[in-house]
């Protein structure tokens, strides 16, 4: 667990399954999902489908909640693209509209990227948007993250072509 203010960072318990459920399953189209690649369909899941996958989510280390006043407010993450060289992707969601713009995101992922560089022995890490998310590419630079990669019109979104962003930032500069 890690904390920023009233801001914290942490491993998903039991009780935040019926809160991941509301903001992650239950709406068919909600409004995150227009910012965190919009191009893949959602589905909405049932409680009792969500609630029979918990061992996937409870004290899984690559998922986490942010949680902010002690309310859980999104989730954090990472996944391996390739674990044999150490490279690692992460990801971050805030659910609700209310919580953007106020660099809950930001703070969030500078918790989780000094925990991932504390816990493991990476060299980069970094995560993958898209041009229409604005929002995402403001907090990489922030972070004192790159542009690594654009791959032109790629994501195809509401009859518009989009770029796929990826950003990284190498341990050496983190630390600088």
């Known amino acids: 667990m ?12 039991q009780k935040d399954m019926g809160r991941l459920w509301e903001l992650i399953y239950k709406d068919e189209q909600p409004e995150w999902k227009k910012w965190d690649a919009p191009y893949y369909p959602h589905q ?3 409680y009792e489908d969500f609630i029979q996958s ?8 690559s998922f986490w909640v942010i949680e902010v006043n002690g309310i859980v407010r999104g989730i954090i993450s990472y996944y391996w693209e390739h674990e044999p ?10 659910h609700e509209a209310g919580s953007w713009g106020k660099g809950i995101g930001t703070r969030a992922l500078k918790l989780w990227i000094a925990h991932l560089f504390n816990t493991m022995p990476l060299v980069r890490v970094g995560y993958t948007t898209w041009s229409g998310n604005e929002r995402m590419i403001r907090v990489g630079e922030k972070l004192g993250m790159q542009v690594e990669a654009r791959i032109r019109k790629v994501r195809f979104y509401e009859g518009h072509y989009y770029d796929s962003i990826r950003m990284g930032v190498l341990r050496e500069e983190w630390e600088a």
């Open 2 to 13: 890690y904390t920023d203010q009233e801001l914290t960072i942490r491993p998903i318990a």
């Open 44 to 46: 909405a899941i049932p």
């Open 54 to 61: 918990k061992q996937d989510w409870i004290g899984d280390d």
């Open 85 to 94: 060289s150490k490279w690692l992707e992460m990801g971050i969601v805030l």
